[in-house]
């Protein structure tokens, strides 16, 4: 949950071999995004940025330990520096392990999306969920959280990354949090799922 110079490969290196003039899809997101106990290339959106090809390009700017509140305040000079035409927004998982208010989150991530809009990108908004010891009624409400926002702000919502394999403990590293190597592709195809249809109007 730490900086690293993997991240620094991550937001460099998956965009440097695109070419020129494809558009360009920013991933901005926390460890579950960031191969957090991976590879660079074992990841879900290194995964993404081939199967999407050489059409699209895949720029990875997420941070391990990334909260909703450290998100907004890195976002505006990662959309100056990478001038991306989609954000996927996957933030709000480190603000839920830590009990944050769900309703500062939720501001968080609107205005995410109104930055993203400002700045000329579709965003598209990624769903979590917590696991059960931190209780049903803040769970409840965490989970229900992004699909509310997503149609408030009215903007495409991947309804959970962990879909398909979240109850499927084979399925993560050895502290329960993060998923394995082997979950990487679902995770791709979750968020494939809703981002193609932006990409084909591209």
Do not use: C
Not at 56 to 73: F, K
Not at 122 to 150: C, D, E, H, I, W
């Amino acid at each position: 949950m730490r900086f690293s110079f993997r991240w620094l490969y991550l937001v460099v290196g998956l965009a440097t071999f695109a070419p020129a003039g494809a558009a360009t899809v920013m991933v901005f997101g926390d460890s579950l995004s960031a191969a957090y106990g991976l590879a660079p290339e074992q990841g879900w959106v290194a995964l993404m940025q081939t199967e999407l090809g050489t059409k699209h390009r895949v720029v990875n700017a997420s941070l391990s330990g990334e909260t909703t509140a450290g998100g907004l305040s890195r976002l505006p000079q990662a959309l100056a520096t990478h001038q991306p035409d989609v954000v996927v927004i996957e933030l709000g998982a480190n603000d839920g392990l830590r009990g944050l208010p769900i309703v500062a989150m939720q501001d968080n991530l609107a205005k995410m999306i109104e930055l993203s809009r400002r700045a000329g990108a579709r965003p598209v908004l990624v769903g979590m969920a917590l696991p059960p010891n931190y209780g049903p009624q803040y769970t409840a409400k965490f989970q229900a959280s992004f699909k509310t926002l997503a149609e408030r702000e009215r903007v495409p919502l991947v309804p959970f990354l962990f879909d398909g394999f979240a109850a499927d403990r084979t399925r993560f590293q050895n502290d329960g949090i993060h998923p394995n190597a082997a979950a990487q592709p679902r995770m791709r195809d979750n968020v494939l799922r809703v981002l193609r249809p932006l990409l084909a109007k591209s």
